[in-house]
């Protein structure tokens, strides 16, 4: 919408109004049918294959729902093909992992074929290997800020010359300040932790999963735009429990991985990545790089304070209770498990079978990496595998299939240009599902009363 080329003719653009007509006309007559329910609605939202499933093995394919979001068609529509495949053939490379494990029996064990571990394993694995193949840029960045002082002191105006312009910054700090922050901050977080009476190996494990979580969620929007990574259950309190067991925890560390739940329960919210789009942004549209960190700073000290102000305010009005349905209390989620632990009923002893699971996750993925760089097409991502073993890519997956066929064919059949051509049109199901739904959200605002929910659960 903004910029040159297609941006210009963007809002002209008759394939754009046409998607936006089919995304903002599906959406119009759900929000009427919710109010009016008289009025059949149309089965956009999530339709369930698991009751069509009753007998063994195929029941063990558990929770399978089908969606059809013009707004998950459209953006799934700019994702390369090889992780749009990825996606949708990974999550039923699990079911199928879960049926064959009912047909053996191998679900007797709790949690079998540990999926979340196998995740997590990949997780590790991708950041191992973008650990490894930036090695020399990691290396530069070093040289670069333990040496920059010096020819600082050389030139007089850090390296520039005496009454050269300095260009104007594209990076939000510069690379000595981002490396003291790492440190510092890490530094920070393993004292807080300490602080809280957590262990010392139980803190730097803590750190050492989280950190290079949130590093991975954020290349991953970085490099592809993938559409869902939510890692749901696959942080630290989980991990560190099941392969040390309880009984090697104080009650002091469960109840810090307690009160840390809302960090890691899941990474659908994480700011790290939303911060590099910002910068991002800012270098596209050459705007000063440390002015958008410093407004990235600001709107994050504000929203922290309004979020715990909010959320005060509503649970003393309403009640605690009213801010999640029945069965999705998130509070209620962390300190059940707490309970559990406590009364010896959960990670007892070390689970080996998770943490070979994690370790099947972690080699998987570095197969899969050595095939790409290998065979040029190799249709398998690792990143696929990876946020398809998680919740979000079943709302997903069907969108996902449907604009793997579009896009597929076509590029197959009409190149890039006709990618390029039929672009507005699903750029056109993106903004039509958002204005309408913006529309129901902004309704039920006014009118206190619920409305049509255009995406999720």
């Known amino acids: 919408m903004t910029e040159g080329g297609l941006g210009a003719s963007f809002f002209s653009n008759r394939l754009m109004w046409a998607g936006f007509a089919i995304a903002a006309g599906l959406n119009l007559w759900n929000g009427i049918a919710f109010l009016y329910p008289s009025l059949p609605s149309l089965p956009l939202g999530i339709t369930d294959l698991k009751p069509y499933f009753t007998t063994k093995p195929w029941s063990g394919i558990d929770w399978l729902p089908v969606t059809l979001y013009p707004l998950a068609i459209g953006l799934s529509y700019l994702l390369p093909l090889d992780l749009l495949f990825s996606c949708w053939f990974f999550l039923l490379f699990w079911k199928a992992q879960m049926v064959v494990s009912t047909a053996m029996a191998w679900d007797a064990t709790p949690d079998f074929p540990f999926i979340k571990e196998q995740g997590f394993g990949s997780i590790l694995g991708l950041f191992v290997f973008y650990l490894w193949t930036g090695r020399r840029y990691y290396r530069e960045i070093g040289r670069r800020v333990f040496s920059a002082g010096k020819r600082e002191a050389e030139s007089g105006q850090g390296g520039r010359q005496v009454g050269q312009k300095s260009p104007p910054p594209v990076e939000g700090l510069s690379e000595r300040a981002a490396l003291a922050g790492l440190i510092l901050g890490t530094l920070g977080l393993a004292a807080f932790c300490m602080a809280a009476g957590v262990a010392w190996w139980v803190a730097v494990g803590f750190l050492a999963i989280y950190l290079p979580t949130i590093l991975i969620v954020t290349r991953i929007r970085a490099e592809l735009g993938a559409p869902v990574h939510d890692f749901h259950f696959m942080g630290p309190d989980t991990m560190i429990p099941r392969a040390v067991s309880t009984s090697a925890l104080r009650q002091s560390d ?137 919740w979000s890519i079943h709302l997903l997956w069907v969108p996902m299939l449907i604009a793997w066929t579009l896009k597929g064919l076509t590029m197959r059949y009409g190149g890039l240009r006709a990618y390029r051509r039929f672009l507005p049109f699903f750029l056109g199901l993106i903004l039509g599902d958002c204005v309408l739904g913006s529309f129901w959200g902004l309704m039920s605002l006014l009118l206190n009363m619920r409305t049509y929910n255009f995406f999720g659960g």
Do not use: C
Not at 258 to 268: D, K, N, P, V
Not at 288 to 313: C, D, K, N
């Open 254 to 390: 469960l109840a810090f991985f307690t009160f840390m739940f809302s960090l890691t329960r899941a990474h659908r919210s994480d700011t790290m990545p939303v911060g590099l789009e910002g910068l991002q942004m800012a270098r596209l549209r050459a705007l000063e790089a440390r002015r958008m960190f410093g407004a990235i700073m600001l709107a994050t000290v504000l929203g922290t304070l309004s979020a715990f102000w909010a959320f005060e305010h509503q649970a003393y009005v309403l009640g605690a209770a009213a801010k999640f349905n029945a069965g999705y209390n998130h509070a209620e989620q962390a300190f059940d498990r707490m309970n559990e632990w406590v009364g010896g009923t959960l990670d007892r002893r070390p689970n080996l079978p998770a943490v070979t699971a994690i370790g099947i996750g972690f080699l998987t993925t570095w197969v899969l990496l050595f095939f790409r760089l290998r065979y040029f097409g190799f249709p398998l991502h690792p990143i696929g595998y990876a946020i398809s073993s998680s």
